[in-house]
């Protein structure tokens, strides 16, 4: 069992806020949650933090299209995606944004110290530029025939029909995606930070438990070609923060961005005075820190971040868990095919605690893609969830409420039972712990399986029509319910609103994981309302025609 002593700070990677929030970002922010929820009810002191990332050249670009200030396009995306994030029951501390006056002075220390160190130096660079709008372009911003291939209209980094990696410079026949014109070089110059001044340091932590082993494999391959130094400044126009003692540069989004977690924290600590800053982020900080991000994001995480932090005087993490990506019925989400769904059509028409289960189902501690089936969804939602779980609590409340006036008995029928499904959840505990989410899930339900085979067993139903086995009715219904009991505490980091219901038809407190040590007994409880419906397809085909409207 853990520790209860465990100080926790988890974050999850910051969605940008030039959109809203899909079914994608809400897989990693719920797989967070729930980890973070299972710490909580262990007894950890856990502070889960995100926010939005507010700054680059594609923030800028659409405030420009929609005639607005980015700073207003960013608020509006990050008030859209806390109200999502609510939305599915992530229970965040704190949803800020990288434009914020935290994140502003944190990365201009950041940077200060780390100029002072001999860390980062000034280099002219050529870069494409657009002589129609009058900036240089991002690669992503020029477009062209692959130089290896020929395909056309391939990005300025690298193709994706041959999965060649290039300069823009390299493109054939490039174009700017901006005005159409063909870029120029340019000269201009630019901050990088020495990234190989830290190679020892990041081989090392790279190698010591803080990361799954697929990337620290991964990893191995950038530290044979060997660490590249990585430009920190964009030319103006950008929207993001100016450089000091600089006219026209400003720092790339990508070294404040990962900043926004410590400025999210700050931010928080600043109405909650007991989070000192020191305790979370000082070099030898005891707290835990743990980053949850997407597998496209691991270079920025794994490699410029605790080199960032480390030359900057700062505590490193304690791990990063990175995820794969999320498909929907075999395939990259598609607006044609009705499966590229917002968070706010999913709500619309879906209870949010459903999608948090087959997640559950499917979630490990691996670097795997996961594909939503919506057919295994609907199957899986309405076999486990109302026809396992849900059951067992509908076939043993009536009889207690209408036979023993809403109190359970003194004693249950097979103790021996109870014990074994507690003694379970320490192995279910240990799945939660490793994020093995798919082998806790089929654990409790094959719990769950053995409690309606005990009920089927019993036959409360016709034992209540004997006078002579009330006595024993009331106790195999009392087991029934403890039973429905400890599944639904297991379950709680996944349906935390039904686990808030079921709190309630039992009139306890909120179920701690150490409440599966000892049994309800001589308890009155409530009427048993339904907990889940059934999921009909007509719901799903609704959700993505509104999903192909969009």
């Avoid at 923030?59 to 609510?86: N, S, Y």
Wanted: with cysteine; charged share 25%.
């Amino acid at each position: 069992m853990l520790h209860k002593t465990r100080k926790m700070l988890v974050t999850y990677a910051l969605p940008y806020a030039n959109g809203s929030l899909h079914l994608g970002h809400l897989a990693g922010l719920i797989q967070t949650d729930i980890w973070v929820r299972f710490q909580k009810m262990q007894g950890a002191e856990c502070l889960f933090i995100c926010g939005c990332d507010g700054h680059g050249t594609p923030i800028m670009i659409q405030a420009e299209k929609l005639g607005v200030a980015p700073e207003k396009l960013v608020e509006q995306f990050r008030t859209e995606h806390a109200h999502d994030i609510q939305g599915f029951l992530v229970a965040l501390d704190n949803y800020h944004t990288t434009h914020s006056n935290e994140n502003k002075a944190l990365v201009t220390t950041i940077f200060q110290r780390h100029l002072e160190k001999g860390n980062i130096e000034k280099r002219v660079i050529k870069q494409a530029y657009d002589p129609d709008k009058k900036m240089f372009l991002p690669d992503r911003y020029v477009k062209g025939e692959c130089p290896r291939c020929g395909a056309k209209d391939q990005y300025g980094d690298s193709c994706e029909a041959c999965g060649a990696t290039y300069t823009p410079t390299e493109l054939k026949n490039p174009y700017s995606t901006l005005s159409g014109a063909k870029p120029v070089e340019k000269e201009s110059e630019h901050y990088f930070f020495k990234l190989k001044n830290y190679t020892t340091l990041l081989h090392e932590w790279t190698r010591n438990g803080h990361l799954q082993e697929q990337v620290a494999n991964k990893l191995d391959e950038w530290f044979k070609t060997g660490l590249q130094d990585w430009d920190i400044s964009r030319d103006a126009p950008y929207f993001g923060f100016k450089i000091p003692g600089e006219e026209d540069k400003y720092f790339y989004c990508w070294l404040d961005a990962p900043v926004g977690y410590i400025a999210s924290f700050q931010n928080y600590a600043s109405r909650h005075p007991t989070y000192h800053f020191d305790k979370y982020w000082e070099e030898n900080s005891k707290v835990e820190l743990y980053h949850f991000i997407g597998k496209d994001i691991i270079y920025f995480h794994t490699l410029f971040w605790p080199a960032v932090l480390s030359g900057a005087g700062l505590r490193t993490p304690t791990a990063i868990f990175c995820h794969g990506f999320l498909t929907i019925d075999g395939h990259k989400m598609s607006k044609s095919r009705g499966t590229f769904i917002n968070a706010h059509t999913y709500l619309a028409h879906l209870q949010p605690e459903y999608f948090r289960y087959y997640l559950a189902t499917k979630f490990n501690n691996q670097i795997e893609d996961l594909d939503i089936n919506f057919d295994d969804f609907t199957q899986r939602v309405n076999s486990d969830l109302v026809g396992k779980f849900v059951n067992i609590a509908s076939r043993c409340a009536s009889f207690i409420n209408k036979n023993f006036a809403g109190k359970l008995a003194k004693n249950m029928s097979k103790p021996e039972l109870y014990e074994t499904f507690a003694k379970e959840g320490d192995r279910i505990a240990d799945q939660y712990e490793k994020r093995d989410f798919n082998q806790a899930i089929r654990q409790i339900m094959a719990l769950a399986d053995r409690a309606n085979q005990y009920i089927d067993e019993r036959k409360p139903w016709a034992m209540i029509k004997d006078p002579e086995l009330q006595h024993e009715t009331h106790e195999v219904c009392t087991l029934g319910i403890n039973l429905f009991r400890l599944l639904a505490i297991y379950l709680k980091p996944v349906l935390p609103a039904i686990a808030l219901r079921v709190e309630a038809f039992l009139t306890v407190a909120p179920f701690k994981w150490e409440d599966k040590n000892k049994p309800l007994l001589n308890h009155t409880i409530q009427i048993f309302q339904p907990l889940a419906q059934r999921l009909e397809k007509t719901q799903i085909e609704a959700m993505k025609h509104a999903a192909q409207d969009k």
